[in-house]
């Protein structure tokens, strides 16, 4: 069964420290993986997708990485912002027709002065 | 461009009513997508077509639930009759093709009381 496990699934930091969250998946066959950052009240944004031969895409402060072999992917959020408060989700695209998207449960981040 | 437009933005209604949410994709893309939001599934694709045509609708609940895309610039999800446990956030997205970066709307808020 395709799975998309985040942790951890909340997490506090302060202002201007950085912060790693993590994506495990089973999907097979892969296609794609696609980090999502979505505001309170307000729809996903798009963050960065990744497809099997890279590696490491970043997007302002935010860095993602992925492992193939391991199927693991995180997302690196450096120097933190006030702004950078709201759900991380994680989501992996395959390209077997009837199952193509798996959704993780997200990671709330919230970031405190 | 105003990006995917969604209306309405709140939606209240009593249980057995019939309930029509809106979308309007960014023009020139060809992939359309609608989500559900709830606090205890997360995100769940609920249909997706591309060029009009509904390509996997695997993820609509059950028959209550019905969708359309006329044309390029407009689709419809519909729930007829209504019940409380689909009060949840609906979202639709839309992208160049069906794996490529999606574009989400604002949401629609359904309660169904």
């Known amino acids: 069964k395709n799975q998309v496990e985040q942790s951890p699934q909340s997490l506090i930091i302060l202002e201007g420290k950085n912060c790693t969250l993590q994506c495990n998946y089973t999907v097979s066959p892969f296609s794609n993986l696609r980090w999502y950052k979505q505001d309170t009240g307000r729809g996903p944004v798009s963050l960065t997708i990744?497809?099997?031969?890279?590696n490491t895409k970043s997007n302002g402060r935010y860095t993602a990485t992925l492992d193939a072999d391991t199927k693991q992917s995180s997302l690196h959020i450096t120097a933190s912002q006030l702004s950078d408060s709201a759900s991380y989700i994680c989501?992996?695209?395959?390209?077997?027709?009837?199952?193509?998207?798996?959704f993780g449960g997200g990671t709330r981040l919230m970031v405190k002065p | 461009d105003a990006g995917v437009i969604q209306s309405p933005r709140h939606e209240v209604t009593e249980m057995g009513q019939e309930v029509t949410l809106r979308c309007k994709p960014i023009?020139?893309?060809?992939?359309l997508f609608w989500y559900r939001q709830t606090m205890m599934r997360g995100l769940e694709l609920l249909i997706y077509f591309n060029n009009n045509v509904p390509i996997d609708d695997s993820g609509m609940p059950e028959d209550r639930f019905s969708a359309k895309m006329p044309n390029a610039s407009f689709s419809t999800l519909k729930i007829q009759p209504s019940e409380p446990r689909d009060s949840a956030v609906y979202f639709c997205a839309s992208s160049l093709g069906w794996n490529t970066e999606a574009f989400f709307g604002q949401g629609t808020r359904l309660t169904v009381v």
């Open positions: 990744m497809t099997f031969s890279e």
């Open positions: 023009s020139g893309h060809n992939s």
């Open positions: 989501v992996v695209s395959s390209n077997n027709a009837g199952n193509m998207l798996t």
